[in-house]
C-alpha cells in the first residue's frame, strides 16, 4: 500500500511553455502534499504544502504566480510550471502524507524530471 | 537557524559495516528520518526516530539523541546494491521535512 504517482515521469519543453505535473495517491486518501525540487548533487528543496481544497503555502523564494499548485482531491495534487526558463530544469519530486496525525508517515512520488530547453 | 550536517560522501568495503552521521538543529523537533535514494530517483523511507535509543530495522540500524542534535544510520553487512546517497530530515515543529544534502555512499568490492 501507499503507492504515490505522478506524471509525467520526464519531460522536455521549450522556453516559454507551461509544463503541468501531477501527483497522485493511489490507495490511500492524503490531506497534505508536498512539492520538492531538488538539483543536481543537493537535497531536496520543499517548494510548497497544499492541503486539500485550500490555498497552497509556498516557501520563501519560490513564486506562487509561477508554479502553480491545486490540490483538488484527497488524492490528486498538480504543479504546473508556467512559462517555463532553463533554469527550471530540474527534478521534482511530490510526496503525500495520509493525515496530520501521522506525521512520521509521507510517501514520495517517482519524481519528475523537467528539462527546459 | 535551522541546519542539518551530515558527510558529503563516504566509501565502505561490501560485507562491511558503515555509520553515517548526521546533526540537526531545527525549531522545534518532531522526529528525525532517514532516506535512501538512488540517482535518478525518488527517496524511499528508512527509519524514523521521535525517542532516544536505537531502533534496529534488519540490516539497518538508526540512533537518536535528542540532547545531542545526533542521529547515525548504521548500514551492516553491506551490498553493493546499498551505494546509494543517503538523506538525513528533521521534522520541525510545523511538521516540515527539514532535509540534509545527503551523504553519497559508494561501496567497493
Known amino acids: 500500500g501507499a503507492v504515490v504517482s505522478q506524471h509525467p515521469s520526464w519531460v522536455i519543453c521549450k522556453s516559454g511553455t507551461s509544463v503541468k505535473i501531477e501527483c497522485r495517491s493511489l490507495?490511500?486518501?492524503?490531506?497534505?502534499m508536498f512539492w520538492y525540487r531538488q538539483f543536481p548533487k543537493q537535497s531536496l528543496m520543499l517548494m510548497a504544502t497544499?492541503?486539500?481544497?485550500?490555498?497552497?503555502?509556498?516557501e520563501q523564494g519560490v513564486e506562487k504566480d509561477k508554479f502553480l499548485i491545486n490540490h483538488a482531491s484527497l488524492t490528486l495534487s498538480t504543479l504546473t510550471v508556467t512559462s517555463a526558463h532553463p533554469e527550471d530544469s530540474s527534478f521534482y519530486i511530490c510526496s503525500a502524507q495520509p493525515s496530520r496525525d501521522r506525521v512520521n508517515e509521507q510517501f514520495f512520488g517517482p519524481g519528475t524530471r523537467l528539462t527546459v530547453l | 537557524g535551522q541546519n542539518i550536517d551530515q558527510p558529503t560522501e563516504m566509501t565502505a568495503t561490501e560485507g562491511a559495516i558503515v555509520q553515517i552521521n548526521c546533526t540537526y538543529q531545527?525549531?522545534?523537533?518532531?522526529?528525525l528520518f532517514w532516506y535512501q535514494q538512488h540517482a535518478g530517483e525518488a527517496p524511499t523511507f528508512l527509519s524514523y526516530?521521535?525517542l532516544d535509543g536505537l531502533e534496529e530495522k534488519g540490516r539497518f540500524s538508526s540512533f537518536l539523541s535528542r540532547s545531542k542534535g545526533y542521529s547515525y544510520l548504521l548500514l551492516k553487512e553491506l551490498q553493493m546494491k546499498d551505494s546509494a546517497s543517503y538523506l538525513c530530515?528533521?521534522?520541525?515543529?510545523?511538521?516540515?521535512?527539514?532535509w540534509g544534502a545527503g551523504t553519497k555512499l559508494i561501496i567497493k568490492p
Open positions: 530530515a528533521s521534522m520541525d515543529s510545523n511538521y516540515q521535512l527539514i
Open positions: 531545527t525549531s522545534g523537533f518532531n522526529g
Open positions: 526516530n521521535v
Open positions: 490507495d490511500f486518501q492524503a490531506t497534505t
Open positions: 497544499s492541503n486539500e481544497g485550500s490555498k497552497a503555502t509556498y
